[in-house]
T-cell receptor, first 113, second 115 residues
């Protein structure tokens, strides 16, 4: 069974800092990997989707990388802002179970003004 | 276009009762998935439906059931509620089932509290 781990569980940084969130998974037979943002008590907002054949995806200040062979993905946030404060979740989609994602427990990010 | 909608927003039930949660996918999306998110944890997969058929099931007891209607909306039913069923229930839609590259679009969730 795929297991997804996110480190750190929580992170507090001053505004303007660049930061990296980590996601690791145990089964490298993945189809894709998606990063989400979740605000308290809310649903999930998709940030980036990386297909297994890709190495990275970029959207604005966000860059996600994927190293399938080592079972790792990182989400890089440049010039962090207080509005980036949220929980960031990594989800891995398996080859044989399309649209079934395995989620990590998330990294709770606090960006201080 | 409207996003994924879920109803109700909040729900309070007592142990042993039954509950039905509803989800309307984005227009044109044929695949609906249900997830349970317990406080402090990531979502866990419950069901996936595509074209009104169950295509995937997570490790949940038979008390959990779901169905998808011809208009692709979906209902999740939970019988004989337990305290441990208290969670945020999330619905996600995507255009197709077979394409693993599909982005999943999540609704705001239904917060279920079991007393």
């Amino acid at each position: 069974k795929q297991e997804v781990t996110q480190i750190p569980a929580a992170l507090s940084v001053p505004e303007g800092e660049n930061l990296v969130l980590n996601c690791s998974f145990t089964d490298s037979a993945i189809y894709n990997l998606q990063w989400f943002r979740q605000d308290p008590g809310k649903g999930l907002t998709s940030l980036l989707l990386i297909q297994s054949s890709q190495r990275e995806q970029t959207s604005g200040r966000l860059n996600a990388s994927l190293d399938k062979s080592s079972g790792r993905s990182t989400l890089y946030i440049a010039a962090s802002q207080p509005g980036d404060s949220a929980t960031y979740l990594c989800a891995v989609g398996g080859i044989y179970n399309f649209n079934k994602f395995y989620f990590g427990s998330g990294t709770k990010l606090n960006v201080k003004p | 276009d409207a996003g994924v909608t879920q109803s109700p927003t909040h729900l309070i039930k007592t142990r042993g009762q039954q509950v039905t949660l509803r989800c309307s996918p984005i227009s044109g999306h044929k695949s609906v998935s249900w997830y349970q998110q317990v406080l402090g944890q990531g979502p866990q997969f419950i069901f996936q439906y595509y074209e009104k058929e169950e295509r995937g099931r997570g490790n949940f007891p038979d008390r959990f059931s779901a169905r998808q209607f011809p208009n692709y909306s979906s209902e999740l039913n939970v019988n004989a509620l337990l305290l441990g069923d208290s969670a945020l229930y999330l619905c996600a839609s995507s255009p197709t089932r077979a394409e693993g590259t599909d982005t999943q679009y999540f609704g705001p969730g239904t917060r279920l509290t079991v007393l």
